[in-house]
């Protein structure tokens, strides 16, 4: 039953999960960060209930997970429409994040079709594993998660739809597990570009500045939140206003109740932040990133990626898959006044794109099959040198331009269909 006593939503949530110990542990966990997986619950629900479209809130037992685990991981989901026999859409979210955070998106998304959402393992209410401190092997361990989590599921193939790390994530299931992607969609994806070998040059860091990024260097990302204690709740609020105050039409109090979940989703345990910390290099960047690896996702597997037009992560990686991947699907949107939290500035036009994208997908099942260009490296390291201003790539950089022509020019294998038309 959700909050509000309509019976609309069931959530099983409550006796599945052994209750953890906090970020800190026991007596000073309790007095100081005052949260729990019970608290996170009603926080959650609070913000759920004013989701119209009925779900079911359950957790789905993927085994054992991560680095030296001994204890079967349990990961929260979320479930509607699921008598509808259209494609499922599969939503993963970004680093600190959970299933409440898609609740704007929610009712548009499943109005036509299945929706699943979930708590990856480590963030929300989901099971909090150890990952290896091994970037590739925290990555390939949330990946295989992911998969066991499809299996328990049963869907035989769905549309997936990552924001974020969520979006790396969802390109390296992809990469791996082609047959059940119907359709990637990434939005604002992190981790794509390397990190260029001149930007402490071109960005002059203070030196004290530096020495702080040094000290904190082995801290997780979100280790403030959990230093604040009681206060972090308010600290997200003054800190993340532009985060806060795309949720405040949910409710009168809609800016407290998503800083509190926040908050409470971020107080726990910080496993996956710790694989993320992994992952990551300097935070914006990622150790192997993806645009070195998106060659290996298979040519017939469609591809859509939205960026918000201010957000802080470039667009151009997009722009330059298009063009490596020329006879594969590849489309590339750039939604106007969005941020990085795209999905949530801009609800109704993030939705009518990603539904348009599930639609492309259901009614082209047969694709070619064509050989996609290797995405070059030293392009790749050139994209985020332009971000600041974004300023116009021919006028900046012409020998980019010359490489996309040169990648446009190149050959595809035709597909067996053409060959024998032929």
């Given at each position: ?9 069931f ?8 209750e ?6 026991g ?5 100081w ?13 609070r913000?759920?209930s ?5 779900y ?12 030296g685990?001994?204890?079967e ?9 699921e ?8 939503l993963?979210?970004?680093?600190g994040?959970?299933?409440a955070?898609?609740a ?21 209410r ?13 990555e ?11 299996r328990?599921?049963?869907?035989e ?52 500045v530096?020495?702080?990024?040094y ?13 604040a ?23 009168d ?36 990133p993806m ?11 469609p ?61 082209n ?7 996609v ?17 974004k300023?116009d790539i ?9 490489k ?19």
């Open positions: 039953m959700d909050s509000s006593g309509t019976g609309k939503h959530d099983s949530g409550e006796l599945d999960i052994a953890p110990v906090g970020w800190f542990g007596w000073l966990n309790f007095r960060c005052s949260t729990s997986m019970s608290i996170l619950r009603a926080a959650e629900k913000i759920l004013y989701v119209k479209t009925p079911r809130g359950r957790y789905i037992n993927v085994g054992v997970v991560g680095y685990g001994k204890e991981c349990k990961v929260w989901t979320l479930s509607m429409n008598t509808s026999e259209k494609t499922p859409l599969v993963l979210h970004g680093l994040s959970g299933v955070l898609w704007l998106n929610l009712d548009g998304l499943a109005n036509s079709r299945p929706v699943y959402a979930f708590d990856l393992p480590g963030f929300g989901s099971s909090r594993p150890n990952f290896s401190n091994n970037a590739m092997e925290a390939r361990e949330i990946v295989d998660s992911i998969e066991e989590w499809r328990e599921v049963n869907l193939r769905f549309a997936l739809l990552g924001h974020s790390m969520g979006g790396f994530l969802a390109s390296s299931y992809a990469i791996r597990f082609p047959d059940r992607v119907s359709h990637l969609i990434l939005a604002d994806p992190w981790g794509f570009p390397e990190r260029p070998s001149d930007a402490g040059s071109k960005y002059p860091i203070p030196v004290w530096k020495m702080i990024a000290l904190l260097q082995p801290l997780n990302p979100l280790w403030g939140i959990r230093i204690g009681p206060m972090g709740p308010k600290l997200i609020e003054k800190a993340r206003p532009d985060l806060i105050k795309k949720f405040s039409s949910l409710t109090d809609g800016d407290a109740e998503i800083a509190n979940y926040i908050f409470h989703c971020n107080a726990q345990n910080p496993t996956g932040e710790s694989a993320f910390h992994s992952m990551m290099s300097n935070f914006g960047w990622a150790k192997f645009c070195n690896r998106i060659s290996d996702l298979r040519a017939d597997v591809l859509t990626m939205i960026y918000g037009s201010r957000s802080w992560v470039d667009h151009f990686p997009g722009d330059m898959i298009k063009a490596s991947r020329k006879e594969s699907y590849v489309d590339v949107h750039i939604i106007p006044g969005a941020g990085h939290h795209v999905y949530a500035d801009k609800t109704e036009n993030f939705n009518t794109i990603v539904l348009n994208a599930c639609g492309w997908s259901e009614n099942k047969e694709r070619m099959h064509v050989k260009p290797i995405f070059p490296k030293e392009l790749v390291k050139q994209t985020v040198i332009l971000t600041p201003g300023p021919e006028q900046e950089n012409p020998d980019i331009v010359e996309i022509k040169e990648i446009e020019s190149l050959e595809t294998i035709p597909s067996e269909t053409e060959k024998k038309t032929n």
